[in-house]
């Protein structure tokens, strides 16, 4: 359970999430946000866990089970996710740079950072870290990892958050994060905003939970487990929402930039305000943490499918997916640095991100949910879940009906867009 905490809790909730609310209004945002969150990706978690206990097999095998050919689908999210991977990784790299300038005491603007070949360098360390945990195995690399990193995490949000409102700013800040403006919520964007937020921050939908499910205890409850992770991302979210607005809104700056509030932004007001230094290394070990738990779990994925598959053992199949990722990672890396790589004017970072980063995750989502309700035998569900507690009992209905179809509807409509 830590673990599938540790994946929920990535660079997704503590800039992501800011930024969303940050460009939808502030707190409108968060009606929505928290119906995505309990009508779909809470529903679609439960169902993703008792698939994995159920089979206890890799995403691959899982899919097969269903119908041979459906084992085509569970390629295709584990590509999905790997190019994913290759560019989360390439963040994760900016994120332990800045946590090593700001150990090192020294200011570097983003743009100078982005102008020479560093990111390369961080980018690969953080592959390698990543696929050093992975390889370790499940309980002595991923859990021992989690147990430690998922708890520093909470602790250095709770000390931020707390701080924060303590500054002037604090108080503006809480009421644009918590400030309700019904009139945003007749925009459909907001809507589809929140959902595709609300399955990227709980990781829902790629898999992630079916190869964690796998390896969850037969006494272990799945709704409760899923609640936990719930709440704790919500709460993840919150914390770094309040640290950052009140941060933000002391030192008037903008509150709706992403990548930008993280390494731009923020650098600003630790210069500015008094135990600055300290609080820009607990920002960046934090952010360093949550997105290096977050990766394990994407490289999870697919290490155990090629070994499920191929019968290869855990250190090669790490060792190979690891050159894959970064080999396919590089162009990304290399597009935020002095090469300045870029494919029709965007770079490939933001191409991939605005892509596959995009769509991936609802086509994915979708894949998932119409598989395993529809083409397989119901009994799953109820085996793993037993008789259902009345919160409970829509989730039949949503997962094989509601779900598919607003994924669809979603999947369409951001088609549209491109
Ligand atoms: N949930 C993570 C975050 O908030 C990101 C993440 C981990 C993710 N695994 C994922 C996103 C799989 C999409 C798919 O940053």
New binding site residues.
Partial sequence: MLAAIG????????W?FSSVVGQNGGGAYLVPYLLAVLCFAVPLMVLEMSVGRHLRADVVSSFGRAGRSFRAFGWLISLI?LL?LSY?LVITGWTLAYLAFSLLGIDVAFSDFTSSLQPVAYFLISALATGVVVSSGVKRGIERLVSVLVPFAFLILLALALFCLSLPGAQTGMSFLFRPDYSMLLRPGLWSAAIGQA?????V??G?LITYGAYLDDDADIPKSALIVTVS?LLAAILAGIAIFSLVFTFGLPPTAGAELAFITLPKAFELISYGPILGVAFFALLFS??LT??V??LEVNVAAVMGQTGMSRRKASFLLTMALIAIGLPSALSYSSIGLSFFGSRILDLLDGTV?TLG?PI?AFLVAMVFRWFMDEHLLYSQLGVLSSWMRPLPFLTKYAIPTVLMIITILSLMEH
């Fill in positions: 994946s929920a809790v990535g660079i997704g909730n503590i992501r996710l994913i989360y399955f990227f921050s709980l990781s939908g790629m992630i991302d949550a997105a977050s990766a779990s994407m980063g995750l994915a």
